[in-house]
């Protein structure tokens, strides 16, 4: 099923109980508000599917896997109403991932930025490329890393997650990401990168679903308040891309 959305698309197939959601949009695959709500949507439907027994999430193209928030959508807001249910964008997909009851594999092939970041500490097993470096940039144009916030500090640690969002124009390459637990896997190149993750799905799609889903429970054990406490975070995220600092920080990002 393909979602087609201004630019972009999200699409879902399943093939032999592997379903791959994939999503694309133009500007190095950042995400519009359109795109997070079908993203959120088709993992949700993806984790009640019966014929489904593991899940890839991946990104088309052979560059960025995530540029993370639309700057268009950030400089479109106008109230903190609209700031909240856009920054919620994120927070759905995070749940909807924490409260999935299939595994499920990031195929990350290249940067991730921002809300990339958190996306990919959601998921369960990641696998990348040495091209995929990594940076939180919220700081530098005038926000902060709120919403997902607590999904990298579960992966990787407080140290290391307040390193990312102070450093907020540091990349940090993929040795550098394996080491601190975001990346499972990494390889040289894309065609090794494809070949991990159908291994893994392969070898996921013929295990007990049952124990899958029990293993789930246990990899997200104490998150139960996070509904509540990504929204407050959303909030947060809403209001500050209101003022001035953010919204001239934004408008000379997009002029780099």
Same mark, same amino acid.
């Given at each position: 099923?393909?979602?087609?959305?201004?630019?972009? +698309?999200?699409?879902?197939?399943?093939?032999?109980?592997?379903?791959?959601?994939?999503?694309?949009?133009?500007?190095?695959?950042?995400?519009?508000?359109?795109?997070?709500? !079908?993203?959120?949507?088709?993992?949700?439907?993806?984790?009640? %599917?019966?014929?489904? @027994? $593991?899940?890839?999430?991946?990104?088309?193209?052979?560059?960025?896997?995530?540029?993370?928030?639309?700057?268009?959508?950030?400089?479109?807001?106008?109230?903190?109403? !609209?700031?909240?249910?856009?920054?919620?964008?994120?927070?759905? =997909?995070?749940?909807?991932?924490?409260?999935?009851? @299939?595994?499920? =594999?990031?195929?990350?092939?290249?940067?991730?930025?921002?809300?990339?970041?958190?996306? $990919?500490?959601?998921?369960?097993?990641?696998?990348?490329?040495?091209?995929?470096?990594?940076?939180?940039? &919220?700081?530098?144009?005038?926000?902060?890393?709120?919403?997902?916030?607590?999904?990298?500090?579960?992966?990787?640690?407080?140290?290391?997650?307040?390193?990312?969002?102070?450093?907020? /124009?540091? #990349?940090?390459?993929?040795?550098?990401?394996?080491?601190?637990?975001? +990346?499972? &896997?990494?390889?040289? /190149?894309?065609?090794? *990168?494809?070949?991990?993750?159908?291994?893994?799905?392969? /070898?996921?799609? %013929?295990?007990?679903?049952?124990?899958?889903?029990?293993?789930?429970?246990?990899? #997200? @054990?104490?998150?139960?308040? #996070?509904?509540?406490?990504?929204? &407050?975070?959303?909030?947060?995220?809403?209001?500050?891309? *209101?003022?001035?600092?953010?919204?001239?920080? =934004?408008?000379?990002?997009?002029?780099?």
């Amino acid at each position: 099923m393909i979602q087609q959305i201004k630019d972009g +698309f999200v699409n879902s197939e399943t093939h032999q109980g592997i379903t791959t959601i994939e999503f694309f949009h133009p500007q190095s695959n950042s995400l519009p508000g359109k795109m997070l709500e !079908e993203l959120a949507k088709e993992i949700h439907f993806a984790g009640t %599917h019966a014929e489904t @027994k $593991v899940i890839i999430l991946k990104s088309a193209g052979d560059r960025a896997f995530c540029a993370g928030a639309s700057f268009d959508e950030l400089l479109q807001i106008t109230t903190e109403s !609209e700031g909240l249910k856009f920054f919620s964008g994120f927070a759905h =997909i995070i749940n909807a991932m924490r409260k999935c009851s @299939k595994l499920i =594999i990031a195929r990350v092939q290249g940067k991730c930025i921002g809300g990339g970041v958190g996306i $990919v500490a959601a998921a369960d097993y990641v696998i990348a490329t040495t091209a995929a470096e990594i940076k939180l940039s &919220e700081l530098a144009i005038g926000i902060g890393p709120f919403v997902v916030g607590p999904v990298i500090e579960r992966k990787i640690g407080i140290a290391a997650f307040s390193a990312l969002a102070i450093d907020a /124009n540091m #990349w940090r390459n993929s040795d550098w990401a394996k080491r601190k637990g975001l +990346f499972s &896997e990494v390889h040289e /190149n894309i065609d090794n *990168l494809d070949e991990a993750v159908e291994r893994h799905a392969h /070898n996921l799609s %013929h295990s007990n679903p049952e124990a899958m889903a029990e293993l789930k429970k246990i990899f #997200w @054990k104490d998150t139960s308040h #996070w509904d509540s406490l990504l929204k &407050e975070r959303a909030a947060i995220s809403g209001r500050l891309v *209101l003022s001035s600092f953010a919204r001239e920080s =934004i408008r000379k990002f997009k002029k780099v």
